[in-house]
């Protein structure tokens, strides 16, 4: 029996630089998409997978993140006086159960390896979940429960990944399989940044990971790796040498909002699905066009 997936990091410390200057003032995951933060979206999607725990890691300047996931007694008493139900609904919808959310300071970006390792004391001895929230999912089962229903399947460390659009593998983490049969396929290694025409496959690995304990050992004694940055790729290279790691295609598409052109790309697909909104975004689009 694999054990179950209740925790999951959130790195968010990072510095936002392809978002900037937006992301001086306002955590990148904290910008809009439609009417909710990134974040919100990749909080449900978690939840919807059955976590109950969330630690968020964040650098100095991000404390937005955690007034969002509070309470507001002045905006929420207005809305009550006013009998605005559905907006004090949407405003209430992204509170943790009380205990449920944990936030730790990445002193300094030293990479998603450093800021995966701040989680260790956190998470213990158990599988996790880690979401690089600005790649957001939109997919018909979440995608973080089809990584869970993975890991319940062949346990040990998934990896989500989808394929790259042709000639760009060197922009991306790649995979390497040991032969390809459905989805869900047993990975044999991972390379960061492949030089062009050296990929072992067109799977880029895309920002939902679940991940088992030993990692920590690891990334503890990881050094500086692409960049100059800490990489959790560089550890779970090592990790794949004693535990199984299996590749997910998950089903859905993904948007990096991380990026300009992702972003906008993330509020059209996303207007576009909203019962509520899609007949005036279309037109609004189509006006524009
Ligand atoms: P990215 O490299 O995509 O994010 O890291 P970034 O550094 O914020 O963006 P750019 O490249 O400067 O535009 C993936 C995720 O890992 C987090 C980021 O916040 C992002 O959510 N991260 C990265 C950290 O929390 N700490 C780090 O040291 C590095």
New binding site residues.
Partial sequence: MTQTVRKAVL?????????LPGAKTTP??MLNVVDRPILSYVVEEARAAGIEHFVF?V?RGQGAIEDYFDSSPEIESILEAKGRVEILADVRRDLPKPGGMSFVR?MA????G??VWCARDIIGDEPFAVM???MLMAAPTPCLAQAVAAHGQVGGNIIVVEPCPAGEAHKYGIVALDGQDGRLNRMTGMVEKPAPGTEPSNLFISGRYILQPEIFELLERQGKGAGG?IQLTDSMAELMKVQAFHALEYEGTTYDC?DKIGLLRANVAFALARPDLADAARAAITALL
Avoid: F, M, S, Y
């Avoid at 790195?11 to 630089?17: E, F, H, N, R, S």
């Avoid at 970006?109 to 998603?112: E, N, Q, R, V």
């Fill in positions: 790195p968010v410390a990072g510095l936002g630089t392809r978002v990148k995951n890691i650098g990445q970006p030293l990479g998603l450093h800021a690089l929230p600005d940055e991380g």
